[in-house]
């Protein structure tokens, strides 16, 4: 038997690390337990509404437990607009709408540096409208 203590693991790769310190500091959450709940409750949102092949890629793209949290959930018959996703994240949560938009967008700035550019311009194509100010963006609309 050996005098050696293993050593500690971590309970997150690196990278999701990374993610939740990115949350964080965007969110200004005061511990990393609070931008966790935020990860957690606003990917699984996600993982309701997005479908297809962005679905996969973005997965592809995550850490894997932030990955584990999009994929865990079965996408809705009914995707909701960007609105009524805030709606419904704070209604699984109590929280003001206010605090609860703040959440979805502090993780989805989180969600865009790992997704990049073009795939997130392909998700917001996906979605119903509303999803793109959520991500930082100006709403792209469809031409007449």
């Given at each position: 038997?050996?005098?050696?203590?293993?050593?500690?693991?971590?309970?997150?790769?690196?990278?999701y690390?990374?993610?939740?310190e990115?949350?964080r500091?965007d969110g200004?959450?005061?511990?990393?337990?609070?931008?966790?709940e935020a990860v957690?409750?606003?990917?699984?949102?996600?993982?309701r509404?997005?479908?297809?092949d962005e679905r996969v890629?973005?997965?592809?793209?995550l850490?894997l437990e932030?990955?584990?949290?999009?994929t865990?959930?079965?996408p809705?018959?009914?995707?909701?607009?960007?609105?009524a996703?805030?709606?419904d994240?704070s209604a699984?949560?109590?929280a003001a709408l206010?605090?609860t938009r703040w959440d979805?967008?502090s993780?989805?700035s989180?969600?865009?540096?790992?997704?990049?550019?073009d795939?997130v311009t392909?998700?917001?194509?996906?979605?119903?409208s509303?999803?793109?100010?959520?991500?930082?963006?100006?709403?792209?609309?469809?031409?007449?």
């Open positions: 038997m050996s005098d050696h203590s293993a050593p500690l693991q971590q309970p997150y790769g690196r990278a690390e990374h993610m939740l990115k949350v500091y200004a959450y005061p511990t990393r337990e609070k931008a966790e957690r409750l606003v990917l699984a949102g996600l993982g509404q997005l479908t297809g890629e973005l997965a592809g793209r850490p932030a990955a584990r949290i999009l865990a959930q079965i809705d018959i009914r995707p909701l607009t960007g609105w996703f805030v709606k994240l699984r949560t109590g206010a605090t979805t967008g993780v989805f989180a969600v865009s540096a790992y997704a990049g550019r795939l392909r998700i917001l194509r996906r979605l119903p509303g999803y793109a100010l959520l991500f930082g963006r100006a709403e792209l609309t469809q031409a007449a």
